[in-house]
Structures are given as structure tokens and as C-alpha cells.
């Protein structure tokens, strides 16, 4: 990639960011969203949440795009990072220091040091959702903000879904771009792996959310072997 792409893609992602933190386009997560960062959990009563919908986070040369589901009511956002000050987050990241995707094992704050190596991390919504469950209707209203966001990561070569919601949503935007022709053609199981018309290797794998990782069904060894085949993808295995 030129100097010149390089910045055509910078000044696009910071395009991206400005206009999903102003975004109001769901009033029942907005209204949810403030609601949370007012009354806040009394752990974090010091704190002052982001409260606001969250952009994506990594290296904007990423060959590896990790698509989530939505932003965590006390995560992200009340940090206003992806994954970042919660349960899901603390089990993510150590897997990608593991396997050299990420320099800290660590995310707790937006100011913490963390950086992710070849690697963008970003959700299909961008706003805490009651119950982790938005409408099909809000995700249709972020779809725009993936597909943007997409275009402006042009190294990508591999999507790691987290959880069917995101898989789901990103098939979505594969149908919209004529990428795929149906999405029947792709179920979702952990581990399962598609390469798709466009060269893109999609992986799927569950959510690393609490209800997986304290019931066992996702753990440590599995969740790492996620990574370990997408950096073998994405030709970063050496």
C-alpha cells in the first residue's frame, strides 16, 4: 500500500469514527446508552462513562477483522473501546497477546497502552443493547457503518465473527455488496470457516461472553485455535 492510500484510509476511518459517535439513529438504544452511563454501576460510580455509540479499534493495516456483537452496557461503553473493560475483553485479549496479535495481555481503559498488530476489532452494532439483544432494525440501521468500515480496511483477508449475531451480519452485508449470492450457503458453528467469492476467509466462533466462558461451552484452548488459523489465513503465521 502507498503513503497516499495509507492516509486515504486513515482520513476515511476517522470519518467513520466522527459519524458513528454522533449517530442517533436507534432513540431505544441512545436513551438506553445514557441511561446507563447516569445511574452506572457502582463499581465504576467514579467513573465517567462514554456512554455514546463506540467506532472500531486496532491497526488500520489489519489482514484480520474481528466482528463482535455490540458494545457492553458496562465495557465498552463505559470505556469507549471495543471490548474493552469487561468480562468478554478480559478473556479476549490475553488469547491475542498468546498469538501475537495484541503488545499487552490487557484492556481495561482507552488510554491503556493497548495496541493490536494486523488486527481491527469493531461490532455490528455500536451501541450497548438491553439484554445484549438489539432489533433487527438497529442492526439494520449499523449496516452502513460496516460496510464503510469494511471499504476502508482493504487489507482485511480474514473475518473472525464472534457469536451468530455477527455472523449473521456480515452475511448480511456480503448479500447487499453481491458478494454472495444467498446466505443459506453458510451456517454458523464454532470453527466453521468459508472462503468466500471475494478471497476474504470467514471463521466463526462464539462469543467469548460470560454465559460461554463460566459455562465451559468456550474456552481458552479453543478460543485460541480461532486466531491461530486466522493468522495462518491472513498469512501471518510466520
Not at 466522527?18 to 432513540?27: H, L, V
Not at 461503553?77 to 503488545?103: E, K
Not at 440501521?141 to 473475518?159: G, H, K, Y
Amino acid at each position: 500500500m502507498t503513503r497516499s492510500n495509507i492516509q486515504i484510509t486513515d482520513a476515511a476511518l476517522k470519518q467513520l469514527h466522527e459519524s458513528i459517535i454522533a449517530c442517533e439513529r436507534c432513540p431505544r438504544l441512545r436513551d438506553y446508552c445514557r441511561g446507563i452511563a447516569e445511574t452506572k454501576r457502582r463499581a465504576y460510580r467514579d467513573q465517567t462513562y462514554w456512554g455514546r455509540p463506540v467506532s472500531g479499534f486496532g491497526d488500520r493495516r489489519a489482514r484480520i477483522h474481528i466482528l463482535g456483537l455490540a458494545p457492553g452496557a458496562h465495557g465498552a461503553n463505559r470505556t469507549g473501546r471495543v471490548f474493552t473493560g469487561d468480562g468478554s475483553g478480559y478473556f479476549m485479549y490475553p488469547v491475542l497477546h498468546d498469538v501475537g496479535l495484541a503488545n499487552q495481555p490487557t484492556g481495561v481503559s482507552s488510554d491503556d497502552g493497548l495496541k493490536l498488530h494486523k488486527t481491527w476489532i469493531s461490532s455490528v452494532v455500536r451501541c450497548a443493547p438491553p439484554q445484549d439483544k438489539p432489533l433487527p432494525q438497529e442492526i439494520r440501521n449499523c449496516a452502513p457503518f460496516l460496510a464503510r468500515e469494511i471499504e476502508a480496511l482493504s487489507q482485511v483477508r480474514v473475518v473472525v465473527c464472534l457469536g451468530k449475531i455477527a455472523f449473521d451480519g456480515y452475511l448480511a452485508y456480503l448479500l447487499h455488496a453481491g458478494i454472495i449470492a444467498r446466505k443459506s450457503s453458510y451456517r454458523f458453528a464454532h470453527g466453521a470457516e468459508y472462503a468466500l467469492p471475494n478471497g476474504v476467509h470467514l471463521l466463526a466462533s462464539y462469543h467469548p461472553s460470560l454465559r460461554n466462558t463460566n459455562t465451559g461451552r468456550l474456552d481458552r484452548p479453543k478460543f485460541t485455535r480461532i486466531f491461530l488459523r486466522a493468522k495462518e489465513l491472513a498469512g501471518l503465521d510466520a
